[in-house]
């Protein structure tokens, strides 16, 4: 049985080749990307946490393969991956759900 | 959950050579490991040699109260290599007329050895910086080591202690059940006699090894967190924090093969290599002496009994200054772990 998927553990590690196509655009997006991650007004620790968090909502599993082994070399705890994954999953329930307003106000709309 | 050694489970990976053979054998697919000679080649640092020798690391024996699942000296309460005060005294010799500044002592947990406070006090007669790694826990052992705080002030010692991680579970995943809280209670002993407090010159470093098979983020942003939490949470201080890359050696190894990590934390280690971090390995201004007298380039070649090159230089009492600052650095693949990412060392990061 063949073992390709569309997704790759190894590919993370080229995610630098991305340039190769195109090496200027690529250069601004990694001096981009290094600059937001840099400490700032928020530690890296909680930029680490951050991006776990997105990284379940864009559902991406390079991305929470990254950020998992970011975090805790940041010094995160589990308690604190955590809870950064249910914020991704509460705003991702909330998203849906305010949406429900809209539904209601046809309905109401719609019904006599 | 308490470990047993790997000598005392007669553990494959308790022989150094069984070790270095897994380091240099082919990934399960076949293909090498770039070796870290030709990284260094890559780099122009091919063959690696000292700047100037300033840390004499003296490893006084690899007998411990704790079998931490890091390791890479597999310590434990079983181990009985220890140094006769005659190697201690052949030690003193060889560096009172030099220029050499600080003497690191290691173990196992240093103070076991008999010897450690006479060593401890003629080596502060002889003016030098006096480190001591100590895994803490060892205050509270037994009562005779109560008192250490009280010593390692007396000669104002410098504190180079473990402690992983801030949170019980990280640290006691790592160390053992029992060692955060009995850290904590000895990282406040330390303090009350001065350590850590702005105008004392005591001075305590903690040293963080990630507790899994990830590499350690910044020094400085780890260090002000852990400053924030231990001194919220218990009142602690201390000066710095040293963040230190596990290396694939011994028990450490072990729980990298068990775990199923070892291709993964030995290629993200490959791929972090830094050409700053390489030139700044502590090797350069370190050489290591075991228990037994024996010189080598760090503590983690004396693990893997890498002895020097030069057969002429490998003994404590063949001390040679000049000829060891002239010697060329044995390496092997375990190096990528003091060269990855900010670099690792005794010191901590080294770019």
């Given at each position: 049985m063949s073992k390709k998927t569309y997704y790759n553990a190894e590919d993370l590690n080229k995610f630098?080749?991305?340039?190769?196509?195109?090496p200027e655009l690529g250069k601004k997006f990694f001096d981009y990307y290094g600059e937001v991650f840099?400490?700032?007004?928020?530690?890296e620790r909680e930029k680490a946490l951050i991006a776990l968090a997105v990284s379940h909502t864009v559902q991406c599993p390079y991305c929470i393969d990254a950020y998992t082994s970011g975090s805790l070399e940041k010094g995160a705890t589990e308690g604190q991956m955590m809870e950064a994954v249910h914020i991704a999953a509460a705003i991702r329930g909330g998203a849906s759900l305010v949406h429900g307003v809209q539904m209601m106000n046809k309905t109401k709309e719609l019904l006599m | 959950m308490t470990l047993a050694t790997l000598k005392r489970r007669q553990?494959?990976?308790?022989?150094a050579k069984k070790q270095l053979d897994f380091l240099n054998q082919p990934k399960e697919s076949g293909e090498q490991f770039t070796s870290f000679e030709s990284k260094l080649n890559q780099t122009g640092l091919d063959p690696l040699k000292p700047t100037k020798i300033d840390i004499f690391q003296v490893?006084?024996?690899?007998?411990?109260?704790l079998t931490c699942g890091h390791c890479h000296v597999d310590a434990?309460?079983?181990?009985?290599e220890i140094m006769t005060r005659e190697t201690m005294q052949e030690c003193i010799n060889s560096i009172?007329?030099?220029?050499?500044s600080t003497v690191d002592l290691t173990g196992?947990?240093?103070?076991?050895?008999?010897d450690f406070r006479w060593f401890v006090e003629e080596l502060s007669k002889i003016n030098k910086r006096v480190i001591v790694r100590s895994n803490l826990t060892i205050i509270l052992a037994n009562p005779k080591y109560n008192d250490l705080p009280e010593f390692f002030a007396k000669h104002k010692v410098e504190v180079v202690c473990s402690m992983p991680h801030f949170t019980r579970l990280r640290t006691d995943s790592q160390r053992g059940d029992g060692v955060f809280d009995k850290s904590i209670t000895c990282l406040k002993m330390l303090n009350e006699v001065?350590?850590?407090?702005?105008?004392?010159?005591?001075m305590l470093h903690l040293v963080h090894n990630p507790s899994g098979a990830f590499m350690p983020g910044s020094q400085e942003s780890l260090q002000k967190e852990f400053k924030k939490k231990l001194f919220d949470a218990f009142g602690i201080i201390f000066n710095d924090l040293y963040a230190i890359t596990n290396l694939p050696i011994s028990r450490y190894l072990d729980y990298l093969i068990n775990s199923g990590n070892y291709e993964n934390y030995m290629q993200k280690l490959i791929d972090s290599y830094n050409p700053d971090a390489a030139a700044n390995v502590m090797c350069r201004n370190t050489i290591s002496i075991s228990w037994d007298g024996y010189l080598y380039d760090c503590d983690f070649n004396q693990m893997l009994e890498?002895?020097?090159?030069d057969e002429n230089l490998q003994h404590i009492r063949n001390f040679d200054l000049e000829a060891l600052e002239a010697r060329e650095i044995l390496v092997n693949q375990h190096c990528y772990g003091c060269t990855a990412g900010s670099g690792s060392s005794c010191g901590g990061a080294t770019s």
């Amino acid at each position: 049985m063949s073992k390709k998927t569309y997704y790759n553990a190894e590919d993370l590690n080229k995610f630098g080749n991305i340039s190769e196509f195109s090496p200027e655009l690529g250069k601004k997006f990694f001096d981009y990307y290094g600059e937001v991650f840099k400490e700032g007004e928020l530690t890296e620790r909680e930029k680490a946490l951050i991006a776990l968090a997105v990284s379940h909502t864009v559902q991406c599993p390079y991305c929470i393969d990254a950020y998992t082994s970011g975090s805790l070399e940041k010094g995160a705890t589990e308690g604190q991956m955590m809870e950064a994954v249910h914020i991704a999953a509460a705003i991702r329930g909330g998203a849906s759900l305010v949406h429900g307003v809209q539904m209601m106000n046809k309905t109401k709309e719609l019904l006599m | 959950m308490t470990l047993a050694t790997l000598k005392r489970r007669q553990h494959l990976l308790s022989y150094a050579k069984k070790q270095l053979d897994f380091l240099n054998q082919p990934k399960e697919s076949g293909e090498q490991f770039t070796s870290f000679e030709s990284k260094l080649n890559q780099t122009g640092l091919d063959p690696l040699k000292p700047t100037k020798i300033d840390i004499f690391q003296v490893n006084v024996g690899y007998m411990c109260n704790l079998t931490c699942g890091h390791c890479h000296v597999d310590a434990g309460p079983d181990r009985k290599e220890i140094m006769t005060r005659e190697t201690m005294q052949e030690c003193i010799n060889s560096i009172k007329d030099t220029d050499i500044s600080t003497v690191d002592l290691t173990g196992g947990a240093p103070e076991m050895n008999p010897d450690f406070r006479w060593f401890v006090e003629e080596l502060s007669k002889i003016n030098k910086r006096v480190i001591v790694r100590s895994n803490l826990t060892i205050i509270l052992a037994n009562p005779k080591y109560n008192d250490l705080p009280e010593f390692f002030a007396k000669h104002k010692v410098e504190v180079v202690c473990s402690m992983p991680h801030f949170t019980r579970l990280r640290t006691d995943s790592q160390r053992g059940d029992g060692v955060f809280d009995k850290s904590i209670t000895c990282l406040k002993m330390l303090n009350e006699v001065g350590y850590g407090k702005e105008g004392t010159g005591l001075m305590l470093h903690l040293v963080h090894n990630p507790s899994g098979a990830f590499m350690p983020g910044s020094q400085e942003s780890l260090q002000k967190e852990f400053k924030k939490k231990l001194f919220d949470a218990f009142g602690i201080i201390f000066n710095d924090l040293y963040a230190i890359t596990n290396l694939p050696i011994s028990r450490y190894l072990d729980y990298l093969i068990n775990s199923g990590n070892y291709e993964n934390y030995m290629q993200k280690l490959i791929d972090s290599y830094n050409p700053d971090a390489a030139a700044n390995v502590m090797c350069r201004n370190t050489i290591s002496i075991s228990w037994d007298g024996y010189l080598y380039d760090c503590d983690f070649n004396q693990m893997l009994e890498m002895k020097l090159k030069d057969e002429n230089l490998q003994h404590i009492r063949n001390f040679d200054l000049e000829a060891l600052e002239a010697r060329e650095i044995l390496v092997n693949q375990h190096c990528y772990g003091c060269t990855a990412g900010s670099g690792s060392s005794c010191g901590g990061a080294t770019s």
